[in-house]
């Protein structure tokens, strides 16, 4: 009978992999191979440890150091340089486009909020 219910135990062990249930090991494993993985990504693309950190709140903030300093430690000894993003000149910025002409662009200018009159009583 015991045997019956250790082989049953591991079956259901085992069929919580198969459901996506994951251990706190793996989560912890993932969690820390995320943050090694941000954390080089960061210093190959030229970012400030703290730059880092604030792009990516969620992430171990020991794990994206471990990362960025391996990476550092790797691109000085493979004398490898920073890759800077290009995607980066494509989003939204605070400063003004450039038109065609090759001058900025003047921006739109503030909508003020007039009061609006008061409505007068119908007169019949």
Avoid at 53 to 73: H, I, P, S, T
């Amino acid at each position: 009978m015991k045997k019956l219910s250790l082989v049953l135990l591991l079956t259901l062990l085992a069929g919580c992999d198969m459901l996506g249930i994951e251990s706190p090991e793996k989560v912890a494993a993932t969690r820390e191979a995320d943050g090694k993985a941000i954390g080089g990504a960061c210093r190959h693309a030229g970012r400030a440890i703290e730059d880092c950190y604030a792009l990516n709140k969620k992430a171990d903030r020991a794990a994206v150091f471990a990362g960025w300093r391996e990476m550092n430690d790797y691109m000085r000894e493979n004398k490898i340089d920073e890759v800077h993003p290009q995607l980066a000149a494509a989003a939204p910025s605070a400063k003004p486009a450039d038109d065609a002409d090759g001058e900025h662009a003047e921006k739109p200018a503030a909508k003020t909020r007039e009061p609006k009159a008061k409505a007068k009583p119908h007169e019949s």
